[in-house]
C-alpha cells in the first residue's frame, strides 16, 4: 500500500489565482481530513469528510472548497489564493468515523507559498 | 473554539536526558493522542489514551491520561539523537469527529 499520498510536493501561487490539492489514499478509508500548519499554531482542521459524498467544514474552513465523490481522493481547492494561506497542508485518513482519531495516518505535506 | 494548551514550546536537553511535556485544556476530553513528527514529514502516532488515569507505554515512551480528563503528559526515559522531533498532543472531545492539537513542543538534543 502507498497509504497517503499527496500531490504536489510544493506549490507558489500569485494571490488570486486557484488551485487544487491533491489527496489520495489506498487503505479504503472512510474517514478523510484536511489540516493546515503554521509555525507556532499546531495542527488546524480545515475540512472532513466521514465518507463518500459527505463533507463537513473545521476549525478554519474559509476560502477553501472539498468533494468526497470517491473513498479514495479528497481533494482541497483553493478558490482565490491568499498570502494568508502559505501554509503546509496535510491530509489524513482513518479507518472510520468511529476510529478517526486514534488512527489517523497522514501524508507527506504539500508546502504551498502564495505571493 | 477548543483550545489546546501544550507546553513546554520547545526543550534543548543533551543525549540522555529524561523529557516531560504536558498538555491542559478548560474542556473535557475522552480520548488523548500523542503523535511526533519529523522535518519534512507527516505525524505519526505514538501513544493513543482511553481512559482516565491510563497510563500507556510504547518503548521509552510513557503517556498519561489525566484523571480530571483535561490534561494529559508524555515522558520521554534516556533520550536519543533520534528522539528529535516535534510532538503534538490531540484530544477528542466525546461524540465529535474531529481533533483538536496541542501548538507542539520541539525537542533538540546535544549530543
Known amino acids: 500500500n502507498a497509504g497517503v499520498t499527496q500531490t504536489p510536493k510544493f506549490q507558489v501561487l500569485k494571490t488570486g489565482q486557484s488551485m487544487t490539492l491533491q489527496c489520495a489514499q489506498d487503505?479504503?478509508?472512510?474517514?478523510m481530513s484536511w489540516y493546515r500548519q503554521d509555525p507556532g499554531m499546531g495542527l488546524r482542521l480545515i475540512h472532513y469528510?466521514?465518507?463518500?459524498?459527505?463533507?463537513d467544514q473545521g476549525e478554519v474552513p474559509n476560502g477553501y472548497n472539498v468533494s468526497r465523490s470517491t473513498t479514495e481522493d479528497f481533494p482541497l481547492r483553493l478558490l482565490s489564493a491568499a498570502p494568508s494561506q502559505t501554509s503546509v497542508y496535510f491530509c489524513?485518513?482513518?479507518?472510520?468515523?468511529?476510529?478517526?482519531?486514534?488512527?489517523?495516518?497522514f501524508g507527506p505535506g504539500t508546502r504551498l507559498t502564495v505571493t | 473554539g477548543q483550545q489546546l494548551n501544550q507546553s513546554p514550546q520547545s526543550m534543548f536537553i543533551q543525549e540522555g536526558e529524561d523529557v516531560s511535556m504536558n498538555c491542559t485544556s478548560s474542556?473535557?476530553?475522552?480520548?488523548w493522542l500523542w503523535y511526533k513528527q519529523d522535518p519534512g514529514e507527516g505525524p505519526v502516532l505514538l501513544i493513543a489514551l482511553y481512559k482516565a488515569g491510563e497510563l500507556t507505554s510504547n518503548g521509552r515512551l510513557t503517556a498519561q491520561f489525566g484523571i480530571t480528563r483535561k490534561d494529559s503528559f508524555l515522558n520521554i526515559s534516556a533520550s536519543i539523537p533520534s528522539d528529535v522531533g516535534i510532538y503534538f498532543c490531540a484530544g477528542l472531545i466525546e461524540g465529535a469527529q474531529k481533533l483538536v492539537f496541542g501548538q507542539g513542543t520541539r525537542l533538540t538534543i546535544n549530543p
Open positions: 489524513a485518513s482513518s479507518y472510520s468515523a468511529a476510529s478517526a482519531v486514534y488512527e489517523q495516518y
Open positions: 474542556s473535557i476530553f475522552n480520548t
Open positions: 487503505m479504503n478509508h472512510e474517514y
Open positions: 469528510s466521514v465518507g463518500a459524498g459527505i463533507t
